[in-house]
């Protein structure tokens, strides 16, 4: 077994796989940044609003006014760097960087294919991915044809958690057994043409999609990873992913997994790619250069490896630890981010802050549009830790305009995967008094019903 | 091998495509999108929001007609005619307000029309100055049917003090032409808005079905719960009870100055935001299609309409019992006013989560990203 092992990470592989892979990547991140700053959402989620949510622990990261451009210009070069293999260590660790600092700055817009992008990206600290086709090649005038058959790997199993994990968050009862949430969101795609009225209106097409998505996630790595399955899945990659952006807003993200999915082909393909790039570049008389070339080694692999066990071990775990709350998951949403729980939920709420002088026996409420984007506001009313973040921005608020002693209490109500909306948060507790920690939160409400599954 | 699955999966998915397209014709599925909502839209641009429009033109140009009789000769009773003007008017406004789409959105027409407190000290301001910009941000509060409030009833304590206000005082004329002023924006505005319905906004709002951030559908319902959280539950109610403030600020009800009003026009918006629900016309008052409607063609909200209307018919039941004036209201028992409030509030959560999910309608603005 331990010979096993230790051949499997002695093996070598062509070094085209991961190039290619890095190129792609370095390209959709760039195009990504550019169409975010030309959305104009870096002002409209970063510098308007008055206040911004923080994830626990990451409260000192915020975005620093005008500044936070040249985070955007960092994060935009760098991935540039990235893809064309120029500094490619440090260009990937500031790509990581950047890039999560940016992901930290507001939880509001939290997606799970940011983090996937932030993960990615620290792995591939680690990889030799400019070791062939790159410029630094061309500085060292050494290129590597054979890389670690691990670090190629290490992308696809990365891959394959997402889309795994994916899968198994789709084994409840709502989406198994009540096709929810599809059931509301197909029907809202009326208008489409050809199959807006009809199709996405039937009962049986919300349960085909929910199966079939399900079956997809679980199913598709080891698909891709199959030789004699490969093209197919990859044709089903491509399918499920342009569908899936036909239908819903979900910007890149389709076109970084389609990209992404690349990596589980043969090297012939790459050097099919790498190829094809050539002759592009040929086009501007760029034309490669005869490099000496060597077999890519580690200086102390041990760690690395070790290293990325761990790394890969804690990816495998921390979908979990929603176990260690109290049910109801999608409602209490503890543990629910960072586990590719992707599209399960359509949760909306509404969330009304009483500030009360006890003294006095006084209270008003609060405009929440006083403070909060419409953004904001929306991702605040379902989310118990930032109803509870809020709560304490407001009490900071008040007690500054010499409001005190002050409570904070609030009026909410969340409607669950077409639930009738139901009391969230107790009315009655204080929340200045409740602090942001890992303790499950005693003052949610239960709700009145149950999810079964994982 | 390989390529035999592939291509078997590919005509499967075809096929499955085209099966269901066909599907409908049959007609004996009920689980087609069988809501029109086209219909509903043409019900609300035919039979409410022009006839509102229409009306309340008609009533501003009776308004503008008076403040000429008033101004040419101000008498007690030329006050008491314009005054009566103003009033008719201003019910109909009621039915108005929700509704900031098209040229509406575009001039800014509700801020210019119905944003209270007034600023007295604005009002007089620019009447001493002469010079002002009726349509500029700065004076959307000394603007519309509030600043007209203060100058046909908030001016002096009495009708005769306020025909004095226009006679006696060497401003006198200053303030007629303010007056004057006033009135024929408010009538000018609302012309331009209903032209713009009649002559072809009607056929673009109609024709505008899709579930996106722009269609009709969308645009409205954001209006019209915005309107219902904000212009009729906090302005009318919310503010001047206090629940939004320390201490119960009874001089921000609606026509604060003509006193006995609040009521009826708080009634009147009652009225308009029942008749919406449930598409009923302005003018024969007969129902069309409507989100009630809307909400019963979808599957397991059926109740969810009752709910709405008879949420609706609570909040009604406790404005009646409240005082004509809100500030005498607030000022003598101001735990009916926020019993009231809170009555309204139960549905805003009915609307805003529960319908905007069944009809899977989105609320945020700012177009991010999706998982």
């Known amino acids: ?454 | 091998m390989i390529k035999r699955t592939f291509l078997a999966l590919f005509t499967g998915v075809i096929f499955m495509f085209s099966c269901s397209s066909d599907d409908t014709s049959g007609g004996t599925d009920n689980q087609t999108d069988n809501f029109d909502r086209s219909a509903m839209l043409v019900n609300w641009a035919d039979n409410i929001i022009i006839p509102v429009y229409e009306d309340l033109n008609s009533k501003l140009e009776i308004l503008a007609a008076e403040k000429e009789v008033f101004i040419a000769e101000p008498t007690p009773t030329n006050l008491f005619s314009l005054r009566t003007a103003w009033q008719d008017a201003y019910k109909v406004w009621q039915y108005a307000e929700m509704f900031n789409v098209g040229m509406a959105e575009n001039i800014n027409y509700i801020f210019q029309m119905n944003v209270y407190p007034t600023n007295v000290q604005d009002i007089q301001n620019n009447i001493e100055s002469q010079d002002y910009d009726l349509s500029s941000v700065n004076n959307n509060d000394a603007v519309g049917f509030p600043a007209l409030d203060y100058m046909l009833y908030g001016v002096g304590s009495t009708e005769t003090e306020v025909v004095d206000f226009y006679t006696t005082s060497a401003s006198a004329d200053k303030r007629k032409i303010y007056l004057s002023d006033l009135t024929d924006r408010m009538q000018s505005l609302t012309q331009t808005v209903l032209e713009d319905w009649k002559n072809g906004y009607r056929d673009t709002f109609v024709s505008s079905t899709d579930n996106t951030a722009t269609g009709s559908i969308n645009l409205v319902v954001n209006d019209f719960i915005y309107y219902y959280e904000k212009g009729f539950r906090a302005n009318k109610f919310g503010i001047p009870a206090g629940v939004f403030s320390q201490n119960p600020l009874p001089d921000r009800v609606e026509a604060y100055y003509t006193y006995d009003f609040s009521k009826v026009l708080a009634l009147e918006a009652m009225t308009a935001v029942q008749d919406f629900f449930n598409g009923r016309a302005y003018q024969s008052g007969s129902d069309g299609r409507s989100l009630a409607d809307y909400l019963n063609s979808i599957n397991g909200s059926e109740d969810l309409s009752t709910s709405i209307t008879s949420q609706y018919a609570a909040a009604r039941t406790k404005i009646n019992t409240l005082n004509d004036s809100f500030a005498e209201q607030v000022n003598t028992n101001n735990v009916a006013m926020t019993e009231t409030f809170d009555s309204i509030q139960l549905a805003v959560v009915l609307l805003k989560v529960d319908m905007l999910q069944a009809l899977d309608i989105s609320v945020d603005y700012v177009d991010a990203d999706g998982d």
């Open chain 1, 1 to 454: 077994m331990l010979k096993h092992v230790k051949a499997y990470f002695n093996q070598q592989n062509s070094a085209a796989p991961l190039a290619v892979f890095r190129i792609g990547f370095g390209l959709m991140m760039l195009i990504s940044i550019i169409r975010f700053w030309s959305y104009g959402w870096i002002e409209k989620l970063y510098l308007d609003p008055k206040f911004h949510f923080s994830y626990y622990g990451f409260e000192w990261i915020k975005p620093i006014g005008d500044w936070t451009y040249l985070i955007f210009i960092l994060c935009g070069l760098s991935a540039l760097c990235v893809a064309l293999g120029l500094k490619y260590r440090l260009a990937i660790i500031l790509f990581f960087l950047s890039f999560t600092y940016i992901e930290l700055m507001d939880k509001t817009t939290y997606l799970n294919h940011y983090y996937f992008i932030s993960l990615v990206s620290f792995l591939m600290i680690f990889l030799p991915a400019s070791a062939f086709y790159s410029i630094d090649t061309l500085f060292k005038k050494k290129q590597y044809l054979l890389i670690p058959q691990w670090t190629i790997d290490s992308i696809k199993l990365l891959l394959a958690l997402v889309y795994f994990y994916a899968g198994l968050a789709k084994l409840n009862s709502d989406w198994l057994f009540k096709a929810m949430p599809l059931k509301i969101w197909l029907p809202s795609k009326y208008g489409l043409p050809f199959i807006g009225g009809n199709l996405m209106q039937q009962e049986w097409f919300h349960f085909a999609m929910s199966w079939s998505g399900m079956l997809y996630d679980l199913f598709i790595p080891f698909l891709l990873l199959y030789k004699r399955t490969r093209i197919f899945a990859f044709a089903l990659v491509v399918f499920f992913h342009v569908f899936t952006r036909v239908l819903f807003p979900i910007g890149m993200f389709p076109y970084i997994m389609i990209i992404g999915s690349l990596v589980f082909f043969d090297p012939k393909v790459h050097h099919k790619i790498i190829r094809s790039i050539q002759k592009f570049l040929k086009l501007f008389s760029i034309k490669p250069k005869p490099i000496a070339t060597g077999t890519f080694k580690y200086p102390n692999p041990k760690i690395i490896i070790s290293g990325l066990a761990v790394f890969f071990v804690i990816q495998m775990l921390l979908p979990f630890r929603y176990v260690l709350y109290p049910s109801e998951l999608f409602w209490r949403e503890e543990g629910y981010r960072f586990s590719w729980r992707v599209m399960l939920m359509e949760k909306r709420g509404y969330a009304n802050f009483k500030v009360v002088n006890p003294e006095e026996n006084t209270y008003f409420y609060v405009d929440n549009t006083d403070f909060l984007s419409s953004f904001q506001e929306k991702q605040m009313s379902t989310q118990p830790d930032f109803i509870l973040e809020y709560a304490h921005f407001l009490g900071e608020q008040f007690k500054a305009q010499g409001h005190e002693p002050i409570e904070i209490y609030v009026e909410s109500y969340v409607a669950l995967n077409g639930r009738k909306s139901q009391p969230f948060i107790d009315p009655d507790v204080d929340l200045l008094k409740q602090y942001e920690s890992f303790q499950p939160k005693s003052w949610i409400l239960p709700l009145n019903d149950d999810i079964k599954g994982l």
